[in-house]
T-cell receptor
Framework: DTGVSQNPRHKITKRGQNVTFRCDPI?????LYWYRQTLGQGPEFLTY????????KSRLLSDRFSAERPKGSFSTLEIQRTEQGDSAMYLC???????????FGSGTRLTVV | GIQVEQSPPDLILQEGANSTLRCNFS?????LQWFHQNPWGQLINLFY???GTKQNGRLSATTVATERYSLLYISSSQTTDSGVYFC?????????????FGKGTHLIIQP
């Protein structure tokens, strides 16, 4: 068990470019979550997968954001046409079932310049 | 959606002191978790505690679901306890599995 892995750790991009982040959950975990955290705030929920099915999306997840979890394994989060307001730490978490706590990855810090 | 309020927002203590952090929430929940975010940004799950009491070493937590609050106790604080403590809740019966986090309690333990 190597924990939840996120790549890249840091990403600097120019406004208007597309970016994609990857999350590899703990292998036996069937639930996977994406959160966004800005400085001084708690994480905000973006979306949630159970196996390969995307079951819930926050209204924060505008149409520029898309997430996938093919085959119920790793997940990707893509942001199209990035804006400066997208600058944040993007966190991935996984859990086995609802009755267990989350395990978070170290996050991907996105800076849009 | 559910509102989560944490208090105090900031807390500075000497090593060895005890502390109590509070989390109030506005609706019934079936998922409540406490997390510690260390100074390097890593979020560590401390407890999954939608009701009842749990203990893990120097840390313990109690959730009184009927009164909509949870408490996190830290005893004999160490400098490594410094960081931000978050309470997060959800009510999946309402169709929302995503956790709503509070703003956190920023704890500084001085040697």
């Amino acid at each position: 068990d190597t924990g939840v892995s996120q790549n890249p750790r840091h990403k600097i991009t120019k406004r208007g470019q597309n970016v994609t982040f990857r999350c590899d959950p703990i292998s036996e975990h069937n639930r996977l979550y994406w959160y966004r955290q800005t400085l001084g705030q708690g994480p905000e929920f973006l979306t949630y997968f159970q196996n390969e099915a995307q079951l819930e999306k926050s209204r924060l997840l505008s149409d520029r954001f898309s997430a996938e979890r093919p085959k119920g394994s790793f997940s990707t989060l893509e942001i199209q046409r990035t804006e400066q307001g997208d600058s944040a730490m993007y966190l991935c978490a996984s859990s086995l079932v609802l009755a267990y706590g989350y395990t978070f990855g170290s996050g991907t810090r996105l800076t849009v310049v | 959606g559910i509102q989560v309020e944490q208090s105090p927002p900031d807390l500075i203590l000497q090593e060895g002191a005890n502390s109590t952090l509070r989390c109030n929430f506005s609706d019934s929940v079936n998922n409540l978790q406490w997390f510690h975010q260390n100074p390097w940004g890593q979020l560590i799950n401390l407890f999954y505690i939608p009701s009842g009491t749990k203990q893990n070493g120097r840390l313990s937590a109690t959730t009184v679901a009927t009164e909509r609050y949870s408490l996190l106790y830290i005893s004999s604080s160490q400098t490594t306890d410094s960081g931000v403590y978050f309470c997060a809740v959800a009510n999946s019966g309402g169709g929302a599995d995503g956790l709503t986090f509070g703003k956190g309690t920023h704890l500084i333990i001085q040697p």
